[in-house]
């Protein structure tokens, strides 16, 4: 059990319900005005501000898991797999990179030169696009043209890499990876290091991560319910809190992104229930949406 201190309770509201047929929602990204999630089992990318429509249907066997808007770029970047072990997917070696344009069109397709590539997060920033590998703990950042993925953590250093956030100078890149840990990656040396929290022991269990300012906002969901985690790096260790109490209102999350002003969270996403035989979701998966202060704390 992750024991953390929780702050005042600070109440997330419900900015977007999926409408239901969509069974199991992971990504969430955001320009500040479009909402994108991704639907995994119809492999369709929604686009949502009153309503959602669907701008992209992925070409199989991939399908959509983590996404992230890159407001350099203009793209969508979506982390598209097949992975071993998901019911209702059908597994493969490769999975790809993909980033559409604002229309939901696909720009760049991209996988690693060789062996098997499982993508399940990306991150994007002014300075590179980061994707991480679920199944072998690997981490790529894209070259600047756009035609290559070098690793920056090599497969089999980690063990099953998520979310990535890059420092605000651009230096080093802090790293969740779901059973080893927070650690992060100095990118000029590529050289990784695990910080554990001030009690000694590893972060482990943190799916989604993105940062505002020097407070990294991670999703841990290693038990039910799950909650929003922040993250402050320091020198070799990591000061952890749970900065809006636990109340139930993150019961299966997966995913979070940063708009400028405010998280977003993929608060119950459907993985809970997928591997129930019959099941029929009865209400959507809800967008909960926490506001920063200018410090980024939770207003």
Not at 88 to 117: H, Q
Not at 288 to 295: E, V
Request: aromatic share 6%; hydrophobic share 40%; net charge positive.
């Amino acid at each position: 059990m992750l024991a953390l201190a929780a702050a005042a309770a600070v109440q997330p509201q419900t900015v977007l319900t999926i409408d239901p047929r969509h069974r199991l929602v992971e990504g969430v990204a955001s320009d500040g005005a479009t909402i994108w999630v991704s639907s995994i089992l119809d492999r369709q990318v929604l686009a949502c501000r009153a309503t959602c429509r669907t701008i992209a249907t992925l070409p199989a066997p991939l399908h959509p898991f983590a996404i992230a808007w890159d407001s350099t770029r203009k793209r969508l970047w979506v982390a598209a797999d097949c992975p071993p072990g998901v019911p209702a997917i059908k597994s493969c070696d490769r999975g790809a990179l993909i980033a559409l344009n604002p229309a939901g069109r696909l720009v760049t397709r991209i996988a690693t030169a060789s062996g098997s590539f499982h993508p399940g997060d990306v991150s994007a920033s002014p300075s590179g696009v980061f994707v991480s590998d679920s199944q072998n703990g690997a981490v790529y950042r894209l070259a600047d043209s756009g035609y290559s993925l070098t690793p920056i953590i090599a497969p089999g250093v980690g063990k099953s890499g998520q979310g990535t956030a890059i420092d605000a100078e651009g230096r080093k890149l802090i790293v969740a990876d779901y059973s080893q840990g927070v650690g992060a990656v100095d990118l000029t040396t590529r050289q990784r290091t695990i910080l554990p929290r001030l009690n000694g022991k590893p972060l482990r269990g943190i799916d989604g991560l993105v940062r505002c300012r020097s407070i990294y906002y991670g999703i841990y969901n290693g038990e039910s319910p799950g909650m929003l985690i922040g993250i402050r790096p320091g020198e070799g260790s990591l000061t952890v809190d749970q900065p809006i109490g636990n109340d139930g209102t993150l019961p299966d999350p997966t995913q979070i992104a940063f708009d400028g002003k405010r998280l977003l969270i993929v608060a119950d996403s459907g993985w809970a229930t997928l591997d129930k035989p019959g099941f029929k979701r009865e209400t959507g998966a809800p967008i909960l949406a926490i506001s920063l202060k200018d410090d980024c704390t939770p207003e």
